[in-house]
C-alpha cells in the first residue's frame, strides 16, 4: 500500500514543529513507518538552497525564491517524498507548496497563477493527503517567534507581511477544505493537541477502512 503523505503548514510560531514530533509519535504506536522531513530541504541540495532563502546575505527577489523552493521541492519529491509513499512509508512534511502560496504570493506578491504553474510542472499531480494548517493570529505567531536568538529572513518581517501570509493560507483552505483542515493554534498546547488528535485519528480511521 502506499504511504500516506501529510504536512503540516503555518505562520511562524504557529507551533507546527512543536507537535511534530507527537504526531509521529502517534502514527509508530500504530505500526506505521514514518519519515520526517521539511521544506525547504529534506535533500542535501534543498538543504543548501533553504540556506539561500532563508539566511542569504540580500533579500532575495520574490520570484528568484520561489524558483529556489520549487528547485529545492523537486529534488525532495525525486529523492525523499516519493520513495518513501512507495515504500509504504507515512510522510511527515514541516511545511509544502501551501507555503508557497502563503510566503511567496501571499506575503511577498508573486502572482498566484505563477505559484500554480509551477506547483503543475514540478508535482505532477503529487499532493498531500492530508494538511494541517495551524492557524495562529499573526501578532501571537510573531511574538512566540521573536524569542529565538537569530531570526530568518522571513522571521524578521512586519506584521503586515504576516497578515497577508495568514489571508493566503485561510484563501487554500478554503479552495481545498477537503484536505486542508484549520487548527485553531492561539490556545495552550493541551488545547492545540486536542485538535490534531481528533482529526488525526478520524483521518487514520477513514484510510484504515480502505487497506
Same mark, same amino acid.
Given at each position: 500500500?502506499? &504511504?500516506?503523505?501529510?504536512?503540516?503548514?503555518?505562520?511562524?510560531?504557529? &507551533?507546527?514543529?512543536?507537535?511534530?514530533?507527537?504526531?509521529?509519535?502517534? /502514527?509508530?504506536?500504530?505500526?506505521?513507518?514514518?519519515?520526517?522531513? $521539511?521544506?525547504?530541504?529534506?535533500?542535501?541540495?534543498?538543504?543548501?538552497?533553504?540556506?539561500?532563502?532563508?539566511?542569504?546575505?540580500?533579500?532575495?527577489?520574490?520570484?528568484?525564491?520561489? /524558483?529556489?523552493?520549487?528547485?529545492? %521541492?523537486?529534488?525532495?519529491?525525486?529523492?525523499?517524498?516519493?520513495?518513501?509513499?512507495?515504500?509504504?512509508?507515512?510522510? /511527515?512534511? @514541516?511545511? *509544502?507548496? @501551501?507555503?508557497?502560496?502563503?510566503?511567496?504570493?501571499?506575503?511577498?506578491?508573486?502572482?498566484?497563477?505563477?505559484?500554480?504553474?509551477?506547483? %503543475?510542472?514540478?508535482?505532477?499531480?503529487?499532493?498531500? @493527503?492530508?494538511?494541517?494548517?495551524?492557524?495562529? @493570529?499573526?501578532?501571537?505567531?510573531?511574538?512566540?517567534?521573536?524569542?529565538?536568538?537569530?531570526?530568518?529572513?522571513?522571521?524578521?518581517?512586519?506584521?503586515? *507581511?504576516?497578515?497577508?501570509?495568514?489571508?493566503?493560507?485561510?484563501?487554500?483552505?478554503?479552495?481545498?477544505? $477537503?484536505?486542508?483542515?484549520?487548527?485553531?493554534?492561539?490556545?495552550?498546547?493541551?488545547?492545540?493537541?486536542?485538535?490534531?488528535?481528533?482529526?488525526?485519528?478520524? *483521518?487514520?480511521?477513514?484510510?484504515? $477502512?480502505?487497506?
Amino acid at each position: 500500500m502506499r &504511504g500516506k503523505f501529510i504536512t503540516l503548514e503555518g505562520l511562524d510560531g504557529a &507551533g507546527k514543529s512543536t507537535h511534530l514530533s507527537w504526531l509521529r509519535r502517534f /502514527l509508530e504506536r500504530r505500526g506505521i513507518r514514518v519519515k520526517v522531513t $521539511r521544506e525547504p530541504g529534506g535533500t542535501a541540495l534543498g538543504e543548501r538552497l533553504r540556506e539561500l532563502v532563508l539566511k542569504g546575505g540580500k533579500r532575495l527577489h520574490c520570484e528568484t525564491e520561489t /524558483l529556489l523552493v520549487f528547485a529545492a %521541492r523537486r529534488e525532495h519529491l525525486d529523492k525523499v517524498i516519493a520513495p518513501a509513499l512507495k515504500a509504504g512509508i507515512w510522510v /511527515l512534511c @514541516d511545511r *509544502f507548496t @501551501d507555503a508557497t502560496y502563503a510566503y511567496q504570493a501571499g506575503g511577498s506578491g508573486v502572482a498566484w497563477s505563477k505559484v500554480a504553474a509551477l506547483e %503543475r510542472w514540478v508535482q505532477h499531480g503529487t499532493q498531500p @493527503d492530508l494538511t494541517l494548517l495551524f492557524d495562529v @493570529d499573526p501578532t501571537v505567531g510573531r511574538a512566540r517567534s521573536r524569542r529565538k536568538k537569530r531570526p530568518d529572513r522571513f522571521e524578521s518581517e512586519q506584521l503586515a *507581511f504576516f497578515r497577508r501570509v495568514r489571508e493566503a493560507y485561510l484563501r487554500r483552505a478554503e479552495e481545498i477544505p $477537503r484536505r486542508m483542515r484549520v487548527i485553531n493554534a492561539n490556545g495552550d498546547l493541551p488545547q492545540v493537541r486536542r485538535q490534531i488528535e481528533a482529526l488525526l485519528s478520524a *483521518f487514520y480511521s477513514r484510510v484504515s $477502512r480502505h487497506v
